[in-house]
């Protein structure tokens, strides 16, 4: 498969080129034969542009930028716009995810015949990698999310949800931070019954970062997540 990688950034100059590295090299491998990035620098005031910019001097990627800060939902809007692979996938510029795991997730796809993967950090371990309350509140979202849409998922909010990309497009995003991830889970069920297509989890590891290392998402998050999913789950009862 053509496989585009989304990346949304915000003042992640500490890890960027680290993960920039390590998605490029995931192309031809297994199941991915060609690989596109777009990456989205969302008014970084950190040196994360010019890292884009250097990392563009010997990698293809196409890299946007916004004059003002719009929130993840926003970056991964535009990005969509310019996906051409047959599937897509998001990344965070962090270093919690793992783009080896990538690699699993697109021969999962390729051998299921599955349009929509999702990363689950949860999914067959025992204990999770989030601090418990962190593990709650993902766990209470998520099976709130599951009380709307009617899927089986262990990881709602999980980054990685690798989508076909003729899919992702026809779904009309509309949050601008990160209510993006109960609002395409919401849109993605509502069409998998129309359409009939399956939505599938396999495990992945977590390496979680704490607010001191630059990690954005906060209370006021879950709170948003609560109100996405009301809203878009009642919207397509």
């Known amino acids: 498969m053509k496989l585009s990688v989304l990346i949304p950034i915000h003042n992640e100059e500490a890890t960027l080129q680290t993960i920039l590295q390590r998605v490029a090299e995931i192309e031809n491998q297994a199941a991915i034969d060609s690989l596109e990035i777009v990456a989205v620098d969302d008014c970084s005031s950190d040196n994360s542009f010019e890292i884009l910019n250097n990392f563009a001097k010997h990698h293809k990627i196409e890299i946007i930028r916004h004059p003002v800060n719009l929130g993840k939902g926003a970056a991964l809007r535009n990005a969509v716009a310019k996906a051409s692979g047959d599937f897509t996938i998001f990344q965070d510029a962090d270093l919690e995810y793992d783009p080896s795991d990538i690699v699993r997730m697109a021969e999962f796809a390729e051998s299921s015949s599955s349009a929509v993967v999702y990363g689950s950090r949860f999914l067959g371990k025992s204990t999770s990698p989030l601090g418990k309350a962190h593990y709650l509140v993902n766990r209470g979202l998520t099976l709130f999310s599951n009380l709307f849409t009617g899927l089986h998922l262990t990881d709602m909010e ?40 399956s939505v599938s989890e396999i495990p992945i590891s977590y390496k979680p970062r704490k607010s001191a290392d630059g990690k954005k998402i906060g209370l006021k998050d879950g709170f948003r997540a609560l109100y996405v999913i009301l809203k878009y789950g009642i919207r397509f009862l």
């Open 158 to 197: 999980t980054c990685y949800k690798m989508i076909r990309t003729d899919i992702l497009k026809r779904i009309d995003l509309e949050e601008n931070r990160f209510g993006i991830e109960p609002e395409i889970t919401a849109k993605i069920a509502r069409l998998s019954k129309t359409e009939h297509f």
